[in-house]
Protein backbone atom coordinates (compact mmCIF):
# COMPACT_ATOMS: atom_id res chain seq x y z
CA UNK A 1 0.00 0.00 0.00
CA UNK A 2 0.98 3.17 -0.72
CA UNK A 3 0.59 6.07 2.36
CA UNK A 4 0.96 8.47 0.00
CA UNK A 5 -1.88 8.01 -2.65
CA UNK A 6 -3.76 6.10 -0.39
CA UNK A 7 -7.15 7.54 0.47
CA UNK A 8 -7.26 6.61 3.59
CA UNK A 9 -4.32 9.50 4.00
CA UNK A 10 -7.20 12.19 4.05
CA UNK A 11 -8.61 10.38 6.86
CA UNK A 12 -5.82 10.51 9.15
CA UNK A 13 -5.57 13.76 8.66
CA UNK A 14 -8.44 14.81 8.93
CA UNK A 15 -8.54 13.92 13.03
CA UNK A 16 -4.79 14.78 13.97
CA UNK A 17 -5.59 13.71 17.98
CA UNK A 18 -5.94 9.75 16.55
CA UNK A 19 -2.74 10.26 14.28
CA UNK A 20 -0.27 12.99 15.58
CA UNK A 21 2.05 12.04 13.06
CA UNK A 22 0.29 13.75 10.30
CA UNK A 23 -0.78 16.49 12.06
CA UNK A 24 -0.16 19.62 9.79
CA UNK A 25 0.52 21.92 13.03
CA UNK A 26 3.53 20.74 13.53
CA UNK A 27 5.40 21.38 9.99
CA UNK A 28 8.02 24.03 10.49
CA UNK A 29 10.83 25.43 8.35
CA UNK A 30 14.75 25.61 9.06
CA UNK A 31 17.08 28.39 7.06
CA UNK A 32 20.28 26.83 6.98
CA UNK A 33 23.52 28.44 5.40
CA UNK A 34 25.08 25.93 3.02
CA UNK A 35 29.03 25.69 3.97
CA UNK A 36 30.53 23.14 1.82
CA UNK A 37 28.14 21.44 -1.10
CA UNK A 38 29.94 18.83 -3.41
CA UNK A 39 30.57 19.29 -6.93
CA UNK A 40 28.02 16.70 -7.50
CA UNK A 41 25.19 18.98 -6.87
CA UNK A 42 26.31 21.49 -9.70
CA UNK A 43 25.13 18.57 -11.96
CA UNK A 44 21.82 18.68 -11.49
CA UNK A 45 19.67 21.92 -12.14
CA UNK A 46 17.26 21.14 -8.93
CA UNK A 47 20.12 21.36 -6.51
CA UNK A 48 21.39 24.68 -8.00
CA UNK A 49 20.89 26.40 -4.85
CA UNK A 50 23.00 23.89 -3.14
CA UNK A 51 26.38 26.55 -3.18
CA UNK A 52 28.85 27.28 -0.63
CA UNK A 53 27.26 30.95 0.68
CA UNK A 54 23.93 30.48 -0.02
CA UNK A 55 21.05 30.16 2.25
CA UNK A 56 18.06 27.84 1.48
CA UNK A 57 15.01 26.91 3.59
CA UNK A 58 13.91 23.10 4.57
CA UNK A 59 10.37 22.76 5.53
CA UNK A 60 9.01 19.64 8.26
CA UNK A 61 6.15 17.93 7.18
CA UNK A 62 4.22 16.13 9.33
CA UNK A 63 4.98 12.95 7.34
CA UNK A 64 8.64 13.75 8.12
CA UNK A 65 8.07 14.14 11.65
CA UNK A 66 9.45 11.66 14.42
CA UNK A 67 7.90 10.93 17.31
CA UNK A 68 11.24 10.17 18.81
CA UNK A 69 13.12 13.24 18.05
CA UNK A 70 9.46 15.06 20.10
CA UNK A 71 7.90 15.48 16.99
CA UNK A 72 10.72 17.27 14.69
CA UNK A 73 12.27 16.02 11.62
CA UNK A 74 15.57 14.01 11.72
CA UNK A 75 18.42 16.20 10.03
CA UNK A 76 16.74 19.68 11.34
CA UNK A 77 20.11 20.80 12.60
CA UNK A 78 21.23 22.25 16.59
CA UNK A 79 22.02 26.45 16.31
CA UNK A 80 25.30 27.23 16.30
CA UNK A 81 26.55 23.89 15.21
CA UNK A 82 27.34 22.45 11.35
CA UNK A 83 25.85 19.55 10.62
CA UNK A 84 26.28 17.38 7.24
CA UNK A 85 23.33 17.20 4.67
CA UNK A 86 22.46 14.91 1.63
CA UNK A 87 19.95 15.03 -1.36
CA UNK A 88 17.71 11.80 -0.62
CA UNK A 89 17.19 11.57 -4.53
CA UNK A 90 21.25 11.93 -5.44
CA UNK A 91 23.31 11.02 -2.72
CA UNK A 92 26.11 11.91 -4.38
CA UNK A 93 25.06 15.62 -3.55
CA UNK A 94 25.91 16.37 -0.02
CA UNK A 95 28.04 18.66 2.17
CA UNK A 96 27.62 20.73 5.93
CA UNK A 97 25.47 23.55 6.75
CA UNK A 98 24.53 25.76 9.46
CA UNK A 99 21.45 26.55 11.04
CA UNK A 100 20.97 30.00 10.22
CA UNK A 101 17.90 30.91 12.98
CA UNK A 102 17.50 29.90 16.44
CA UNK A 103 14.33 28.42 16.44
CA UNK A 104 12.55 27.24 13.66
CA UNK A 105 9.69 29.29 11.63
CA UNK A 106 6.09 27.67 11.32
CA UNK A 107 6.35 28.87 7.14
CA UNK A 108 9.37 29.28 5.04
CA UNK A 109 10.19 33.45 4.67
CA UNK A 110 9.38 33.70 0.70
CA UNK A 111 12.34 37.24 0.75
CA UNK A 112 14.86 34.29 2.44
CA UNK A 113 14.05 31.51 0.41
CA UNK A 114 12.89 31.70 -3.51
CA UNK A 115 11.24 28.75 -4.61
CA UNK A 116 14.32 27.23 -5.96
CA UNK A 117 15.68 27.22 -2.65
CA UNK A 118 13.39 25.27 -0.85
CA UNK A 119 13.59 21.49 0.18
CA UNK A 120 12.02 18.78 2.71
CA UNK A 121 13.46 16.71 5.26
CA UNK A 122 12.98 12.99 4.57
Given amino acids: MNITSDIRRNLRLS ?5 PEYDPEREYCVEFEVLKASKACRKEQVFSALKEGERICVKCESEALRKNLDWRCQGHGVAGH ?20 PE ?17 FV
Fill in 82 to 101: VTRWSAFSAPHCHGKWLRAQ
Fill in 104 to 120: PSKVCPAKNCPSNSTFI
Fill in 15 to 19: NPEEH
